[in-house]
Nanobody
Framework: QVQLVESGGGLVQPGGSLRLSCAAS????????MRWYRQAPGKERELVAH????????NYADSVKGRFTISRDNAKRMVYLRMDSLKPEDTAVYYC?????????WGQGTQVTVSS
């Protein structure tokens, strides 16, 4: 059974940091590209960061470039999103996504709220 389980969300003040984690199981993790998406209330889900299957390539949305870092540990079947200099507009539910050819898996999401 495929599972993606996010953790690490919470309430943080502007300028603070969080690290999101995503634990994967039920598929060949090292084959899959991994992504973090987010969805704020009333807005469409947007791609935040992408990492290739062995971590050699990463890409970021312009809105988070220089503040967020995606990484993965294939031995632990984990993907991470380090978020620094957080802003109120980063408030959203963050989703982990695994993608390979026609396979596309999602986690349940973790809430990140940036507020003073």
């Amino acid at each position: 059974q495929v599972q993606l389980v996010e953790s690490g969300g919470g309430l943080v003040q502007p300028g603070g940091s969080l690290r999101l984690s995503c634990a994967a199981s039920g598929f060949t993790f090292s084959t899959y590209f991994m992504r973090w998406y987010r969805q704020a209330p009333g807005k469409e889900r947007e791609l935040v960061a992408h990492i290739s299957n062995y971590g050699g390539s990463t890409n970021y949305a312009d809105s988070v470039k220089g503040r967020f870092t995606i990484s993965r540990d294939n031995a632990k079947r984990m993907v991470y999103l380090r978020m620094d200099s957080l802003k109120p507009e980063d408030t959203a539910v963050y989703y982990c996504n695994a993608r390979y050819l026609a396979q596309n898996y999602w986690g349940q999401g973790t809430q990140v709220t940036v507020s003073s």
